[in-house]
C-alpha cells in the first residue's frame, strides 16, 4: 500500500513569506506525528495529532508555527513570517493507535529552505 | 527512555552479513528494542523491534541477548543500498508522550562493493 506522502519535497522562500506543507498518512493512521531536523541534527518533535485533535503541540518553537488536521487524514503544517532558522527538513510521520508508541512510519520529509 | 550506545560507524562487504549492536544496559522490564535507520536525505525508516524474543522480518532480524542488556539488528545480506544511519532506540510502547521519537547519533553503515 502507499506509504506516507509529502508535498511540496523542497521549499525555497523568502524570510518573512508564509509556507504550507502537506502530509498524507498511511490510510487508516489515527496518529500522526510532525518533526523537523536540521543539518547533522536529530529528530525535533513538533506535534502529534490522534484524529483530528492535537493532544500535544509542545513542540512547535513558536506562535509562528501552526498545523491542523481535518477528516483524520491530511495534514497541513503551516510557518508564518518564516525566518532563516526555519530552515530544515520537516518530517511527517503515522501510526495505527494501537501502536502509538513505537512503529513509526515517515514521509520523504520537506525540505525548507528560507532565503 | 533507556539510552543507548551505539558505534559510531561500521563497515561491510556487500553480500555479507551486517551485524550492528546496541548496548541498552539500564532498559526497564516494559520497554522495547526499537531500530530505525535513516537513508541519506530521506526519512528514517521503522526496521524492526521486539521486547526479550529474537525477531526477524523481512529486512532484518533482531537478536537481544537474555538479560536484554543489549541487542543486534542483523543484516543478512547487505547490499549498497543499505548504507545508512542505523538508529537503535528503547522505549515503552503506547501511553503517555512516548510517541515523541528521539534519536542518539546511531552507527553510520556503509557497506563496500
Known amino acids: 500500500g502507499a506509504g506516507v506522502s509529502q508535498s511540496p519535497s523542497n521549499k525555497v522562500t523568502e524570510k518573512g513569506k508564509d509556507v504550507e506543507l502537506r502530509c498524507d498518512p498511511i490510510?487508516?493512521?489515527?496518529?500522526l506525528y510532525w518533526y523537523r531536523q536540521s543539518l547533522g541534527q536529530g529528530l525535533e518533535f513538533l506535534i502529534y495529532?490522534?484524529?483530528?485533535?492535537?493532544?500535544?503541540k509542545s513542540g512547535l518553537p513558536s506562535d509562528r508555527f501552526s498545523a491542523e488536521r481535518t477528516g483524520g487524514s491530511v495534514s497541513t503544517l503551516t510557518i508564518q513570517r518564516t525566518q532563516q532558522e526555519d530552515s530544515a527538513v520537516y518530517l511527517c510521520a503515522s501510526s495505527l493507535w494501537s501502536r502509538a508508541g513505537g512503529e513509526q512510519f515517515f514521509g520523504p520529509g520537506t525540505r525548507l529552505t528560507v532565503l | 527512555d533507556a539510552k543507548t550506545t551505539q558505534p559510531t560507524s561500521m563497515d561491510c562487504a556487500e553480500g555479507r552479513a551486517a551485524n550492528l549492536p546496541c548496548n541498552h544496559s539500564?532498559?526497564?522490564?516494559?520497554?522495547?528494542v526499537y531500530w530505525y535507520r535513516q537513508i541519506h536525505s530521506q526519512g528514517p525508516q521503522y526496521i524492526i523491534h521486539g521486547l526479550k524474543n529474537n525477531e526477524t522480518n523481512e529486512m532484518a532480524s533482531l537478536i537481544i541477548t537474555e538479560d536484554r542488556k543489549s541487542s543486534t539488528l542483523i543484516l543478512p545480506h547487505a547490499t549498497l543500498r543499505d548504507t545508512a544511519v542505523y538508529y537503535c532506540i528503547v522505549r515503552v510502547e503506547g501511553g503517555g508522550s512516548n510517541y515523541k521519537l528521539t534519536f542518539g547519533k546511531g552507527t553510520l553503515l556503509t557497506v563496500n562493493p
Open positions: 490510510s487508516g493512521h489515527t496518529a
Open positions: 495529532f490522534q484524529g483530528n485533535s492535537a493532544p500535544d
Open positions: 539500564t532498559i526497564s522490564g516494559n520497554e522495547y
